[in-house]
């Protein structure tokens, strides 16, 4: 029989890989505490319906939705915030509000696979609900610069926007909500020429073809010529007074945006108000997106509840990471390998590993049965430890074992009391 390959789009993480995406994983969560979000754990497998309700078109064509044996249409959650929603207006329904939480794991959506694109990938998420000020949006930008700064990230940028700019013209010129999101999935795409081709009043098109061209000099700059753009059009001027109102909190407090998009879309259909993302230089995918979403708890059958939110795309924190030769920054800690010298010290030699484990060392005890001079070739060749631990009849009865130093080549015998203490030092 041939061997097993991956489904197309899913990937092993190999150690090495693992071990970046749990360092994110740990900065993520640091960054949760430290912003008072608490962690919930949801399931992976969600009813369709609550997945598919608000994420829009692109979305749900992308789920992998199947019948469980019980005859239930499922999905693989695609995202967190509709999990969360529901969690708003079930078990958490009676939180105090605000109401801020977080959570890690794997989503799942039939993208078209390339780099920086899975079918499984993982997400941090964080919402905070029951707040429609700005500080509330301006607090989720700032715990994503935060994540990416934790991270050790140097290179990135945060781009600004409002969705209520776009839908406020379009509402203004009565373009019905369906119509409306096909247009935003377009923009979302930087299809502006199909996404326009939709809208059947010249006005309208008129207007948002200024906002896709508008120029500008700062991110300020942005945010006074829209207003110049959009006069008459009340509903997204109030937009673009909200978006200034956030950008405003978000620089003072010291995080710079680098760019206000007149013209930003992004592909989820539960968008109310501010949307952002996070790129860097070197990729043209987002590290991490996320928005305001005021209807999407009421339309869950909860109560009125404003909400922002944000993912960040853990995968793509990892990749950017890697190109900007990030070190990981980790406790070193101190490995050996315990090598008994014959077969009556087994016992006493697995004793000692697990002493030293339980003092805090990574042990590893020889499995193989190996000699010591092959065992030793094998840790000198794997590179995996700093000493080897020899346990030896005549060592041992002197209530010692011999240490060798596997960088310096130096060995010396050790008090079995004193082992942990000194190999830790
Ligand atoms: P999203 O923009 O769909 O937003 O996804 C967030 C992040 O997930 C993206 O910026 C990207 O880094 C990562 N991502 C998306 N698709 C893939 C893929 N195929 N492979 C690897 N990474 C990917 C959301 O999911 C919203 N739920 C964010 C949010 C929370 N809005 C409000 N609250």
Not at 213 to 221: A, I, R
Not at 262 to 279: Q, W
Not at 369 to 390: C, L, P, Q, S, T
């Amino acid at each position: 029989m041939s061997t097993f390959q991956t489904v197309r789009g899913m990937r092993d993480l190999l150690p090495e890989e693992a071990e970046v995406i749990n360092y994110v994983i740990t900065k993520a969560r640091q960054t949760a505490t430290l912003y008072g979000f608490r962690e919930v754990i949801t399931p992976i497998v969600e009813p369709y319906e609550l997945l598919s309700a608000k994420s829009g078109e692109e979305i749900r064509q992308r789920m992998f939705t199947f019948k469980d044996l019980g005859d239930r249409t499922v999905a693989l959650r695609p995202e967190f915030t509709a999990s969360i929603a529901r969690l708003a207006t079930t078990a958490m329904k009676n939180e105090p509000k605000p109401l801020r939480v977080f959570s890690v794991g794997s989503v799942y959506r039939y993208d078209e696979p390339q780099k920086g694109r899975y079918r499984e990938f993982w997400q941090s998420n964080f919402e905070l609900m029951g707040s429609a000020k700005p500080e509330a949006d301006a607090e989720v930008v700032l715990l994503t610069n935060s994540v990416m700064k934790n991270v050790g990230l140097q290179d990135y940028a945060i781009k600004l926007g409002h969705v209520g700019v776009l839908k406020g013209i379009m509402t203004q010129h009565s373009v019905e909500d369906k119509m409306q999101n096909a247009v935003l999935q377009r923009m979302d795409k930087k299809e502006y020429e199909a996404a326009l081709a939709l809208i059947s009043s010249d006005e309208c098109r008129n207007v948002l073809q200024g906002l896709i061209e508008l120029k500008y000099d700062s991110v300020f700059d942005a945010v006074k010529k829209m207003k110049t753009h959009l006069q008459g059009y009340e509903k997204a001027l109030n937009a673009v007074e909200n978006l200034s109102a956030i950008l405003k909190l978000v620089t003072e407090s010291g995080c710079e945006i680098e760019t206000v998009d007149p013209a930003f879309a992004r592909g989820l259909e539960y968008y109310t108000g501010m949307i952002f993302e996070v790129h860097v230089p070197e990729m043209n995918i987002a590290l991490g997106g996320g928005g305001r979403y005021d209807k999407l708890i009421e339309v869950f059958g909860g109560e009125p509840t404003p909400a922002v939110g944000v993912a960040h795309g853990l995968d793509r924190i990892a990749l950017a990471m890697q190109s900007q030769k990030t070190a990981l920054k980790t406790e070193e800690k101190k490995k050996v390998v315990v090598v008994p010298i014959r077969e009556e010290q087994k016992g006493e030699a697995l004793k000692i590993a697990q002493m030293l484990r339980d003092a805090g060392v990574s042990a590893k005890f020889e499995v193989m049965g190996r000699k010591m001079a092959k065992a030793m070739e094998d840790a000198d060749k794997r590179k995996e430890a700093d000493y080897a631990v020899i346990v030896g009849e005549r060592e041992l009865k002197e209530g010692k074992v011999v240490v060798k130093d596997l960088s310096k080549r130096t060995q010396t015998e050790v008090k079995i009391e004193e082992l942990a203490q000194k190999i830790k030092s």
